[in-house]
C-alpha cells in the first residue's frame, strides 16, 4: 500500500514538474514577444536602383509582436530577387516590401506588394482633406467615417479601422515618384491601402453612407486604441464632450496677476 502511493505521489510530483515546465517556458515566450518569425535583412549595404541578389540578403529571427507588416519573410525570398529597389537599406536593416517600389521606368506591380491574406483597396478620401498629399506609400492611417443612416442628417463620426499600411497613393507606388511630380500631378485623394476582406466589406459600407477621411500614425505606434462613436450632441455639449473617452481635457486658464 505503501509502494502504491509512493508511486503515485511521484508520477503526480513528476506531471507537476512538467506542468510547471510548460507553463514557464509558455510564460517567457509571450514575454519575448511570441513566437519567432524568420524576416530578411540586408547583409550589406543595397543600393538603390540595384537588383536584389541572393548574396544581399540574409535571414534574422524577431518575435512576433515586434514584426512590421511590411517585413518580407524568408518564405518570400523568390519572390524578390531579381527585383530593383527603389530606396537604398543600409546594413543589417530589415528588407520592406515598401524597398521594392521604384520610379516610372521599372515601377512595382501593385499586386506584387500585397501581403498574402489582404487585399488591395483603393479609397477616396475628402477632396477637402489636402493632408492626404503629404502621404506617402509605406505609412500608417487610420480611417474614420463621417456616416448617417439613409434618409437621416444625422452624422456620426466613427473609427473604422487602426494602423493600416498605404501601398499607394494615386496611381504611385513610389514614395520618390510621388516626390518627382509634386505640384505637376493630382493625386485626387486617392489612397490604397493594405486590407483584410472583413475591413474591405466595412469600408465597401461606410462608403455608401458617408465621406472617409484618414489620419497618419506614427510608423513604430501599434496600439490600438478603444474609441467612442461621435455625434454633433456629444461635441456641442460641454458635458458630453468631457465625458469623451481620449479626448484632451480643457478648460479655462486660471491666470494669476499681482497682488495689491
Do not use: C
Not at 524597398?99 to 501581403?115: I, N
Not at 477621411?213 to 505606434?221: I, L, T
Amino acid at each position: 500500500m505503501n509502494r502504491r502511493a509512493l508511486l503515485i505521489a511521484l508520477v503526480v510530483g513528476a506531471l507537476g514538474l512538467v506542468l510547471l515546465v510548460l507553463y514557464q517556458r509558455r510564460f517567457e515566450l509571450e514575454a519575448s514577444g511570441g513566437d519567432k518569425i524568420k524576416l530578411l535583412i540586408a547583409v550589406k549595404r543595397l543600393e538603390r536602383g540595384k537588383p536584389i541578389t541572393d548574396d544581399m540578403i540574409s535571414v534574422r529571427e524577431v518575435p512576433l509582436a515586434y514584426v512590421d507588416d511590411r517585413a518580407i519573410r524568408e518564405s518570400d525570398k523568390n519572390k524578390i530577387l531579381g527585383l530593383r529597389l527603389g530606396t537604398t537599406v543600409k546594413e543589417q536593416q530589415l528588407v520592406l516590401w515598401t524597398d521594392l517600389t521604384t520610379g516610372s521606368d521599372d515601377r512595382k506591380d501593385l499586386s506584387a506588394l500585397v501581403l498574402p491574406g489582404y487585399r488591395a483597396v483603393a479609397i477616396r478620401a475628402a477632396r477637402d482633406e489636402s493632408s492626404v498629399s503629404l502621404i506617402r506609400p509605406g505609412d500608417y492611417v487610420d480611417v474614420i467615417g463621417v456616416l448617417g443612416a439613409a434618409g437621416s442628417d444625422v452624422k456620426t463620426s466613427v473609427v473604422l479601422l487602426q494602423r493600416v499600411l498605404v501601398l499607394a497613393l494615386g496611381g504611385e507606388t513610389s514614395p520618390d515618384a510621388i516626390d518627382q511630380h509634386a505640384g505637376a500631378r493630382s493625386f485626387d485623394n486617392l489612397l490604397t491601402l493594405s486590407l483584410t476582406l472583413t475591413e474591405a466589406q466595412i469600408l465597401a459600407l461606410a462608403s455608401e453612407r458617408g465621406r472617409l477621411s484618414v489620419a497618419v500614425r506614427h510608423p513604430d505606434d501599434q496600439q490600438k486604441a478603444g474609441v467612442t462613436d461621435i455625434n454633433f450632441d456629444a461635441i456641442l455639449d460641454a458635458k458630453k464632450r468631457g465625458e469623451i473617452r481620449g479626448i484632451r481635457p480643457s478648460g479655462p486658464v486660471n491666470i494669476t496677476g499681482g497682488g495689491q
